[in-house]
């Protein structure tokens, strides 16, 4: 185990190679190592604690392994050099603000075994053009890609039956959005501040459900467009 804020603002390390009896990397373990550019997360590691490498201001690249199964939240919050990460089959979640301000991330990909993404999970990742969602995922919550400002398209997967408040909030770039039939629940204000937005795409024969699924202000119905 690497405990709590073990290396916690040591603000001139730039490597580190974790060993391959390490199966867990407590909270804030390395959070703040602003010189922190290069990581070995060894295959066996289990957990990676909340705010673990949040603040890692030089990380480019995230490849969590397969063997993980817990994140927790904002474990990589505010890496603002971040481009790419991968998460992997067994981890179930997209823990609360896990990538939130990370304004270099550019590629996500989630594995199907991601079943829920968390409040504020991609907030503020302002490179991000595309996200491909996994066919397992049930549940978007809160803000979990609010201020996107570089997302351009979004396809909900089918399995997908409830989706919270502000989702996709001030996506300034956002121009189509495709819909499932599953769907049961939509919070309010879910496409705010979308000057862009274009087309929210629903099933065929749907979009009488979809205008009752209707929250406060979640978007324009006139836009809906049946596929």
Aim: charged residues 20%; hydrophobic residues 40%.
């Amino acid at each position: 185990i690497i405990e709590k804020s073990a290396f916690e603002h040591c603000k001139e390390l730039s490597t580190v190679n974790i060993p391959k009896n390490i199966d867990e990397i407590c909270i804030s373990a390395f959070s703040w190592c602003e010189s922190l550019k290069e990581i070995s997360l060894p295959r066996g590691l289990d957990k990676i604690g909340a705010g673990a490498f949040s603040f890692c201001a030089s990380i480019e690249r995230v490849h969590i392994p397969e063997t993980v199964y817990e994140i927790g939240n904002n474990a990589f919050s505010g890496c603002k050099s971040l481009k790419v990460a991968v998460i992997p089959n067994c981890v179930k979640k997209v823990a609360n603000y896990m990538f939130s301000n990370c304004y270099s991330l550019e590629t996500v990909d989630i594995y199907d075994g991601v079943t829920e993404i968390g409040s504020f999970a991609f907030a503020d990742c302002t490179a991000l053009t595309e996200v491909v969602l996994p066919e397992g995922l049930t549940e978007i919550a809160d803000w979990a890609f609010c201020t996107c400002s570089s997302l351009k398209r979004i396809v909900i997967p089918e399995g997908v039956t409830s989706m919270g408040q502000q989702v996709f909030r001030e996506c300034t770039a956002l121009e189509e959005v495709v819909l499932p039939s599953t769907i049961e629940k939509m919070g309010a204000y879910m496409f705010h501040d979308c000057p862009n937005l274009k087309r929210i795409c629903v099933p065929k024969g749907q979009k009488e459900k979809f205008r009752k699924l209707v929250g406060l202000n979640i978007f324009n119905t006139n836009k809906l467009v049946e596929y």
